[in-house]
């Protein structure tokens, strides 16, 4: 089986810095994709930002030049460093890594269980 799991997530004002982090383990050949998704209450699931096994990266504009995507390719992890925060970032957010759990499989999505990141003065 594999695993994400995260953490980081919590209450910050305005203005405020959060760094999310998500670990991969279990039965894993290699990682492709890894990201970030997050939904606010009574909307869609939106993908925040992604970071390929080489190192390219993407944002949703919305998050530009706010957000960092960095990943550690050692630790089959992923973070996701969140400044200048607005109460629009307020959602559960969500880690995802396409990955092949066995050399002969398919390439699959898994997902972590979400930590709440609420942004509120």
């Known amino acids: 089986q594999v695993q994400l799991v995260e953490s980081g997530g919590g209450l910050v004002q305005p203005g405020g810095s959060l760094r999310l982090s998500c670990a991969a383990s279990?039965?894993?050949?290699?990682?492709?994709?890894m990201g970030w998704y997050r939904q606010a209450p009574g909307k869609q699931r939106e993908l925040v930002a992604a970071?390929?096994?080489?190192?390219?990266?993407s944002y949703a504009d919305s998050v530009k030049g706010r957000f960092t995507i960095s990943r550690d390719n050692a630790k089959n992890a992923v973070y996701l460093q969140m400044n200048s925060l607005k109460p629009e970032d307020t959602a559960v957010y969500y880690c995802?890594?396409?990955?092949?759990?066995?050399?002969?499989?398919?390439?699959?999505?898994?997902w972590g269980q979400g930590t709440q990141v609420t942004v509120s003065s």
């Open positions: 995802n890594a396409a990955l092949k759990p066995g050399r002969y499989y398919s390439v699959y999505n898994y």
């Open positions: 279990g039965s894993i050949f290699s990682i492709n994709d």
């Open positions: 970071i390929n096994s080489g190192g390219s990266t």
